[in-house]
């Protein structure tokens, strides 16, 4: 199974501020990524997702690529409280699969 | 709102009981899932409908019994299952076709076995 991997945090950043949230993979040949946000005692809901072949911006979120280094970002502009969540990163594998990783703990301080 | 709904939103049993966990969605999604997750850690997949097949069985034991009745029905029967099955599960679905295949989640189901 491919593995997919978080800094469990928390990571805490002033409000105002850009949170940085990272996610590496095992697969190389991985094609399409996703990122989560899922708060305390919710279910996750989908933030954005980008294929191999480009970073994607919506709103304040950017998700960004790097496939040399395995890893994919989400980038949070003028980070609010509400944004204080637990941010999880997926990775698709076959058809149907997703994997996802331990997941980010993000608190915006006010 | 979500567009997966879910019963029950919480389910208490002991462990001879058998119970049901229901998720139904109506976006014309031809995949449906059942995830599994403990507090604080991602969720874990258990099962996958696609087209009314069972097409993924990550290995799950059997007191776990899905039905996939129709394309928009999915559920989950439970029997004789063990204090460490208590967590919250979490129904999604898909278009089902290939390429980014974006997982809707319903709102979970909080089971607790006693």
């Known amino acids: 199974q491919k593995e997919v991997e978080q800094n469990s945090g928390p990571l805490s950043v002033p409000e105002g501020a850009i949170a940085s949230l990272n996610c590496t993979y095992s697969d190389r040949g991985s094609q399409s990524f996703f990122w989560y946000r899922q708060y305390s005692g919710k279910s996750p809901e989908l933030i954005m997702f980008?294929?191999?072949?480009g970073d994607k911006e919506d709103g304040r979120f950017t998700a960004q690529l790097n496939k040399a280094s395995q890893y994919v970002s989400l980038l949070i502009r003028d980070s609010q409280p509400s944004d204080s969540a637990t941010y999880l990163c997926?990775?698709?594998?076959?058809?149907?699969?997703?994997?996802f990783g331990q997941g980010t703990r993000l608190t915006i301080n006010p | 709102d979500t567009e997966v709904t879910q019963t029950p939103k919480h389910l208490v049993m002991g462990m001879t009981n058998k119970k049901s966990l229901k998720c139904e969605q109506h976006m014309g999604h031809r995949a449906m899932y059942w995830y599994k997750q403990k507090a604080k850690k991602p969720p874990e997949l258990m099962f996958v409908y696609s087209y009314e097949k069972l097409s993924i069985n990550e290995s799950v034991p059997s007191r776990f019994s899905p039905e996939c009745p129709n394309s928009s029905l999915l559920n989950l029967h439970l029997h004789a299952l063990q204090p460490e099955d208590s967590a919250l599960y979490l129904c999604?679905?898909?278009?089902?076709?290939?390429?980014?295949?974006?997982?809707?989640f319903g709102a979970g189901s909080r089971l607790t076995v006693l």
């Open positions: 980008i294929y191999s072949n």
């Open positions: 999604a679905s898909s278009q089902g076709h290939s390429g980014a295949n974006v997982l809707t």
């Open positions: 997926a990775v698709k594998e076959g058809a149907q699969k997703l994997v």
